[in-house]
């Protein structure tokens, strides 16, 4: 009884509550009819604002929409891969395309019951042969697991070799190209130039100090001819990349790698010749590819029923597998040459902030740094070996390092110290060495009418001046820096890969070493890319193989509006700002009246707004103000040295 009554009464309260909301709402409505009425111009600006907005989310949703037997459609021509990109630069340039992007939608086709099969699109792509490498990685993946990959490229280097992309496009299933290209096989050369002689023309004499005979980056300028140590060096690099090209095509032809070095030794081929040699699979113009090839290739009757599916707008859909999980691994990436302050990838401000910042974050077990850099600053990389080794000690996490193209000289050098190092067969690394060098140009300033005068406190203040060589006293100090630093490196890598000294001393001396090489000499843990350290990750969290991981970039990537704003601190925000601006306000122009209003608008901002930082970074205004400073301190005390130091690694 009582639990009918309590039933009764809820019913009751039911029934008032649904009418005062029916009231209420009703009043609502009538208001907002009756506002509406009083302000047409408002809401006429609402209602096609709003009704813009929903056509163009609901666009945005149809162009994403993943239906039963898609076709990944990957077009990489024109395109440049970088390792990472911000948000804004993504989505207001197409051109610029994430490793990660192309990775994740080929491992996620791979296994997506939707997915039928992949089209690429190839040709002057800009990236590199490791990154290469990966691609191809995926896209064994993706045809292992029983899905087809064609491809097609309008020729194979109308200009110069096209060896290189061939054995990109070895990796498909079909390989499609116009009917009158060429296909440039041809045999892999390096050219180096040597200018000793320009030098000596110009009166100009390089002076250098390196550790050790195989630390060869100073030769162009004092030597005019590879030294023994310089060709045993590059032609162990340049075979190994023939090597790895030849083995993998002969994989596609189904040859041996000394069939294929014969074949490319014959090359380049007429398409024609190539289609009747079987190192292509037909000729045909890209229309017809579209129209013709690629719905007979996946069993579609016409292009009509064949479902293309952009590679960026399927990655929208599925998204990373990396997102979700409580197993965390923090992400750092250090790209280009290793200098002191805030520029760039690898400066030691941003590399060491993004440590901390992993170091600092609790959920984090494992921080994984893809190194990609030929060296740099011998001063910012140790310091950040430093951060790295404080990571392991203090902060208690694992360490990875990822190698891209190359983690060779001072990209060894902050590699070292990880828990494990992986390399990509085309990986170049080692290089553990250091120089220093100057070049004394006074011949050349008198041969021009200009002759320098100095007034010294002692006989080491001409120690870095680019107007006189290395007198004996002077080069003795620079020798003994170097040595200082070269024993220090070695030290490091004794230290970080267990080896005594006189094993580091025997994989120093400057020289470079290809992964597989490295691997035997105990210089790298492990041969393979991205999802191979990840593997490794899973590893050092003692997690099984399939348990969901969340990567985590360091440093944070700015929002879309933090790019916008930019940033006082940093003069790469300022300029990433001052671009992100241009841009927009490129993409307004073509939309007529308001978009070209914001956009005249935005770029006159620009032109009165923009800080003194920014404009010093354009080379002109730099070079004037430049002048006028060496104007001003000429004018109050001559000639005063203010230099860095030299010593590179």
Request: glycine share 8%.
């Amino acid at each position: 009884r009582v639990s009918v009554m309590a039933a009764s009464k809820a019913q009751e309260i039911g029934k008032w509550v649904t009418s005062q909301l029916a009231d209420k709402g009703a009043a609502f409505l009538q208001n907002s009819w009756d506002w509406a009425l009083k302000h047409p111009a408002i809401t006429k600006y609402v209602l096609l604002s709003g009704g813009f907005s929903f056509l163009m989310w609901f666009h945005s949703m149809r162009l994403r929409y993943v239906r039963n037997d898609t076709i990944i459609e990957l077009d990489l021509d024109g395109k440049e891969i970088v390792e990472k990109v911000d948000p804004l630069s993504q989505m207001l340039n197409p051109d610029i395309v994430s490793l990660q992007t192309v990775l994740e939608s080929l491992y996620q086709g791979a296994k997506d019951r939707r997915v039928i099969g992949l089209v690429a699109k190839l040709g002057s792509t800009k990236a590199t042969r490791t990154q290469w490498q990966e691609i191809r990685e995926a896209l064994k993946a993706f045809r292992n697991a029983g899905k087809k990959a064609i491809c097609f490229s309008e020729a194979f280097a109308e200009y110069g070799s096209g060896t290189a992309l061939y054995w990109v496009a070895s990796a498909f299933d079909e390989i499609y190209t116009t009917p009158y290209s060429t296909l440039h096989l041809l045999a892999l050369r390096m050219d180096m130039p040597f200018m000793k002689g320009t030098l000596q023309k110009l009166d100009v004499e390089p002076h250098a100090v390196r550790r050790s005979e195989y630390k060869t980056a100073l030769e162009q300028f004092t030597e005019d001819k590879f030294t023994e140590p310089a060709r045993e060096n590059w032609t162990g690099v340049i075979e190994e990349f023939y090597n790895q090209f030849a083995t993998d095509i002969a994989e596609y032809l189904k040859k041996s790698p000394e069939e294929v070095k014969k074949i490319i030794g014959d090359g380049p081929y007429s398409a024609e010749t190539a289609k009747q040699m079987g190192l292509i699979t037909d000729t045909v113009y890209l229309g017809d590819f579209m129209a013709s090839v690629v719905p007979k290739a996946f069993g579609r009757p016409d292009v009509k029923h064949t479902n293309l599916l952009f590679f960026k707008n399927y990655y929208k859909n599925v998204g990373s597998r990396y997102t979700k999980g409580r197993h965390i691994v923090a992400v750092v990436n250090v790209s280009g040459n290793i200098v002191m302050g805030d520029q760039g990838d690898a400066s030691h401000e941003v590399v060491i902030q993004a440590l901390r910042q992993a170091g600092e974050d609790k959920k984090v077990k494992v921080v994984l740094i893809r190194v990609d850099s030929p060296g740099g600053s011998a001063l910012a990389s140790d310091l950040m070996w430093r951060e790295i080794m404080r990571l392991r000690e203090e902060k208690g996490k694992k360490v990875i390092v990822s190698m891209g193209s190359m983690a060779a000289s001072g990209g060894y050098y902050i590699a070292c110290p990880a828990d494990r190092i992986l390399a990509l067969p085309l990986t170049i690394t080692g290089s553990i060495g250091v120089f220093a060098g100057k070049m004394n140009t006074r011949g050349l300033w008198k041969k021009l009418g200009v002759n320098h005068e100095d007034i010294s406190t002692g006989d080491n203040a001409g120690l870095l001046s680019a107007l006189e060589g290395f007198s004996p006293e002077n080069k003795e100090r620079i020798e003994r820096f170097v040595d200082e630093i070269y024993n220090r490196f070695k030290e490091c890598v004794s230290k970080g890969r267990n080896m005594t000294p006189e094993a580091a001393e025997s994989v120093a001396k400057g020289r470079v070493w290809m992964a597989k090489k490295a691997l035997e000499l105990g210089l790298v843990d492990r041969i393979g890319g991205f999802e191979a350290a990840i593997d490794e990750a899973r590893k050092m969290m003692d997690v099984p193989a399939e348990t969901p991981i969340r990567l985590r970039s360091f440093p944070r990537d700015p929002s879309i509006f933090k790019t916008l704003l930019g940033s006082r601190n940093s003069l790469d925000q300022q300029k990433a700002s001052v671009g992100a601006w241009n841009t927009l306000a490129g993409v307004l122009a073509s939309i007529p009246v308001v978009g070209r209003s914001i956009s005249t608008f935005i770029r006159a901002a620009l032109l009165f707004g923009r800080s003194y930082a920014t404009l010093a970074a354009s080379p002109e205004v730099g070079a004037v103000v430049n002048v006028i400073q060496s104007a001003a301190l000429a004018a109050e005390e001559p000639a005063i040295a203010m230099v860095e130091s030299p010593l590179i690694m």
